[in-house]
Structure formats: structure tokens, C-alpha cells
């Protein structure tokens, strides 16, 4: 894959990079199902415009009339945020005429609704749902339109096309859910199509509908519709099964006492790793998804579970776009060979795959409670601090047996940089929420124990004879604050750790002029 940091856009928090597919290995039947796909993806761009606000459509015909480069620009503004609104300003207006912020309700309420109102309605509890927007009636009455009757025209368009895409695959659990995800449009029932999604292995794989809430800022009752249409990687999903298979092994030798560990581990939830070729409406504004987690319904979580789904060609451009830059400046210039897209992903499963292990119940007092329940508000930090830990404990661990595929004499090496350079990546965006936090717990630990070092010249680096062991110890740490749920234990090492010290200040002080984020181009939809 190449990407391309334009130096036109370097100023801009958004770096625009192009983004590839190799779609040369679809089959012919799927070739022909993905270029269906795109165009209703596509479509989905067109409902969302409106879900966002309701003069977003007349806004997007007069920017695009403006030729001159500062109108193309702000055209290309406003299709980067699908609205008039910076999410990186507080969704502040960029352009005149418009709202000065991003309506609460979104397009979802009528806009001079208030919660009172909603509430005071008889029959609010039936608006509670994803699938309706509330408007009102000739005379004022609030009322709800379900999606299928508010967006009829492009739903009836999308339904045609996954149905024909249907036809085309040769993949049955593709097939499957594209026919119930067509019904779904038409019906509102999104159900049994929900649960066709999580059953999806295809080498041609798609996410398409109403799910994330986020937009309805009032209640965070209405989903947005989005599309990700993508292909499966077949490499890192059997980094992934391999993983998997080994997770027991991993937890029976976690570096904590054996009476805390759980001698079976339960299912965790399904990971695929796919390649971005086109995303659109909620999953194309603002910062890019490089992973999510679907679906939202708690019938269907109850049945089925959720899958986390990761986006590696946009993890690999937010790497590139992003990443390299940091560790230009805060690594040595001897470290930067160290710095490996590979190892960076490899992390972020092993992430992912050490939140399922570790302790899930503690004891108290014979009662039975879990290490959310008793750490409470610090509780998400500590995991996320944990599940990186662990995941890194879990590499080095594959590596020291020489199981870890692929590894060779310098792996640990390369892991470690990468993880070091990454953690400035997360500790820019502060540590007001669970990552930052967790990870500054991370780095103040590691430095406190000589494993990062502070160079002379402002740098940072890796003390290899130190850094293992003090994984352990860290990952011990949190380990045992989770199976025993000290609460105590997790704010003292939090007010410790989890802030930002005078040196990590003026090194972030010194990325200020980098891109937060990416604006891809998605080439291979094209
Ligand atoms: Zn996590």
C-alpha cells in the first residue's frame, strides 16, 4: 500500500493519504458483488448528509457551484465532516450561514424540540428506538416516522443493490446477509440481519446500515447509518487464530499467583482483520475508525455476542501519516530501523485479545463482584493499561518459547520501539479518558524503572536488559489490583502515574504541528 502525505495538507490536523486495496483476488462472482457494494455505500453518504442536518443537501448543491480553490477546499472541508461543523473545534461552524455549533438532536428531532417535551409526549417510550426519527404532525404534535418510511427512496435503492449483489457472490454467509440486510431496509427489522453479520466470513465483507448513536447528543437513542465495505485479511486473521489458540497457555503463566488465574478462559468475542476499500456516513467524518465494535443491539449481543472488526490498511496510513513523524523526533535517529508497522499491529491484537484474559471475578467478602464493580471510575484505565501490558507480556513470552511465527533475532527490539514511539501518539490526545491515562501509567512506570530512557538530547529509548522485567512487574501490578479488587492500590498508583510530568510535556510540546489524523482517499473504490 502506498501513502502520500501531501506537504500542501501538512498544516492541516488531517493528513491526506491515499488508500489501497489488492482486490486482484476476489473472485469473478465477488468482483462483480463488490462494485454493487460501492455503489450502495455510496447511498449511504446521501442518507447520512441528512441524518446529520437537514440543510446539509441544499448546502453541499451551492458549495459545489463555487469552482475558485477556495471553494473547492471548503467543499473538501465540508465531505471531510459531512457538515459545516470542525469535530476537532467543538463542532464549531466553518462556514457562515449555518448553525454556529452541530444541533444536539442532530436531524433526528424536530430541531426546536426539547427534552422535556420529548419526554412529556405519550408515546415517547415507542421513540426510544434506533430506527425512527420524531417529527411533527400539521398541527405540532410530535410524531414517529420509522427509517424505512423517512428514507424510503434510498433504502428501496440500497435494498435493490445488495440483493443483486447477493446473486452475485459465491460466499453463502455473504449471500445470507446481504438478502435479510435488504429485507431489513424495507421492513425496519434489523434482527435476523444483525445476526447474520456476526455469523459473515467472507473474503468480501461489509458493514452496512444504522448503528453508532453518537450523533444524537440529546438521548443517544438514533443510529446513524454507515458503511464499511472491506476485504478480509487473510494473514493476520490466522496471526489472530493463532493467538486465540494459545490464550489459555498465556493466562495459566500470567505473572500472578495461581489462585487468581482462571483455569478456562471463556469465549471471547470474534476478531476479523479487514482492509478498508470504501467507507461512507458515519464511518467517513471526522476521525477515521481504525476498529469498532458492532453491533449495538443488546438482543443481539444477548444471542450472539459482538465481533470487533479492525481496519488494517487505516491503522497502517494513521501509522505512516502519523506515527513515523513522532518517532522521528522522539526516538534516536540509531532507533528509527526499529520502528515496524508489523510489530505496531501485532500489539493492538494482542490488545485486543489480552482483554479477555486476566482476572473478570473477584471474591468480597464471599460475594461474588468483578474488578469493574470494585475499581470503579478507574477501572477502565487500569485494563487498558492492563490489556497493553499483557499484550506486550504475551509477545515476549511466544518469543522467549520461540512460538511467535515469523520472529527473528530482533523482534523484541523492534516491539518495544514501536510501543515506545506509540505511546507519545496516545498521550497527545491528554489522559482525560481511559487510554491516555492508562498509558501514561504505562510510561511513567516504565521510566521510573529504567526501562525508557531519557536521552541527554531529549530523546527516548529502550534499556533492553531491563525492559522484559519490568513488564512483568507492571503487568503483575495491575493483575492483582484487578483479582483482588483494590480499589486503594489502583488510586494510589494512578495520582503517581497517570499524569503528565514536566519532561513528557515539552516533548509533546514539540509534536504540536503534526497531523492528528488521516483523510483518505479511497483509490481502489474508484
Ligand atoms: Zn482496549
Request: aromatic fraction near 24%; hydrophobic fraction near 25%; charged fraction near 25%.
Given at each position: 500500500m502506498k501513502v502520500w502525505v501531501l506537504s500542501l495538507m501538512l498544516l492541516s490536523p488531517f493528513a491526506k493519504v491515499d488508500l489501497n486495496v489488492d482486490t486482484s483476488r476476489l473472485s469473478a462472482g465477488d468482483k462483480a458483488a463488490l462494485s454493487k457494494l460501492l455503489e450502495a455505500a455510496r447511498a449511504v453518504d446521501d442518507i447520512f448528509l441528512t441524518q446529520y442536518w437537514s440543510g446539509n443537501h441544499k448546502l453541499l448543491s451551492e458549495l459545489r457551484k463555487d469552482t475558485s480553490p477556495a471553494g473547492k477546499e471548503r467543499l473538501e472541508k465540508f465531505m471531510l465532516f459531512k457538515g459545516p461543523w470542525d469535530p476537532l473545534e467543538e463542532h464549531k461552524a466553518f462556514l457562515p450561514g449555518v448553525p454556529a455549533k452541530k444541533l444536539p438532536g442532530a436531524n433526528f428531532y424536530p430541531e426546536n424540540m426539547t427534552k422535556a417535551e420529548f419526554e412529556a409526549w405519550p408515546e415517547h417510550k415507542q421513540a426510544e428506538d434506533f430506527f425512527s426519527v420524531v417529527r411533527r404532525d400539521p398541527s405540532g404534535k410530535l410524531r414517529a416516522v420509522p427509517y424505512n418510511e423517512e428514507y424510503k427512496e434510498q433504502l428501496t435503492r440500497m435494498s435493490n443493490l445488495l440483493k443483486e449483489a447477493a446473486k452475485l457472490t459465491d460466499n453463502e454467509s455473504l449471500r445470507k446477509f446481504l438478502n435479510l440486510r435488504a429485507a431489513a431496509f424495507l421492513s425496519n427489522d434489523y434482527y435476523e440481519s444483525d445476526v447474520a453479520w456476526m455469523d459473515l466470513d467472507a473474503p468480501l465483507d461489509v458493514t452496512i446500515g444504522p448503528y453508532e448513536?453518537?450523533?444524537?447528543?440529546?438521548?443517544?437513542y438514533k443510529a446513524s447509518f454507515e458503511a464499511y465495505v472491506t476485504l478480509r485479511d487473510d494473514a493476520e486473521t490466522k496471526k489472530v487464530g493463532f493467538f486465540s489458540d494459545h490464550l489459555q497457555e498465556i493466562e495459566d503463566n500470567l505473572p500472578l499467583a495461581p489462585q487468581y488465574r482462571n483455569r478456562k478462559i471463556g469465549a471471547s468475542a470474534p476478531i476479523r482483520v479487514v482492509n478498508e476499500v470504501l467507507s461512507t456516513g458515519d464511518a467517513a467524518h471526522g476521525v477515521r475508525t481504525a476498529a469498532f465494535n458492532l453491533p449495538n443491539d443488546e438482543r443481539v449481543i444477548r444471542a450472539k455476542g459482538s465481533k470487533r472488526v479492525m481496519l488494517k490498511n487505516v491503522q497502517e496510513a494513521k501509522f505512516k501519516a502519523i506515527l513515523e513523524p513522532i518517532a522521528s523526533r522522539v526516538l534516536p535517529k540509531a532507533a528509527q530501523k526499529d520502528l515496524s508497522f508489523d510489530s505496531f499491529f501485532t500489539h493492538i491484537l494482542a490488545h485486543e485479545l489480552t482483554h479477555g484474559i486476566g482476572p473478570h471475578t473477584v471474591k468480597v467478602n464471599g460475594a461474588e463482584s468483578s474488578p469493574r464493580m470494585q475499581l470503579k471510575e478507574l477501572y477502565s484505565a487500569v485494563e487498558e493499561a492492563k490489556a497493553d501490558i499483557c499484550g506486550l507480556f504475551m509477545l515476549q513470552y511466544m518469543i522467549d518459547k520461540k512460538m511467535l511465527p515469523g520472529a527473528g533475532p530482533d523482534t523484541a527490539q523492534k516491539m518495544y520501539t514501536t510501543f515506545l514511539a506509540s505511546s507519545f501518539r496516545t498521550l497527545r490526545f491528554g489522559i482525560t479518558e481511559a487510554h491516555g491515562r492508562g498509558m501514561a501509567v504505562q510510561f511513567n512506570y516504565l521510566l521510573d524503572k529504567g526501562a525508557f530512557v531519557h536521552n541527554s538530547d531529549g530523546t527516548y529509548r529502550v534499556d533492553m536488559a531491563k525492559m522484559p522485567g519490568a513488564v512483568r512487574d507492571l503487568a503483575r501490578d495491575l493483575l492483582t489490583m484487578e483479582a483482588v479488587g483494590d480499589y486503594k492500590a489502583a488510586k494510589e498508583m494512578l495520582d503517581k502515574l497517570a499524569v503528565i510530568r514536566p519532561d513528557m510535556k515539552a516533548s509533546l510540546e514539540k509534536l504540536k504541528d503534526l497531523p492528528t489524523d488521516i483523510n483518505p482517499n479511497h483509490v481502489s473504490a474508484r
Open positions: 448513536t453518537y450523533n444524537d447528543e440529546i438521548f443517544g
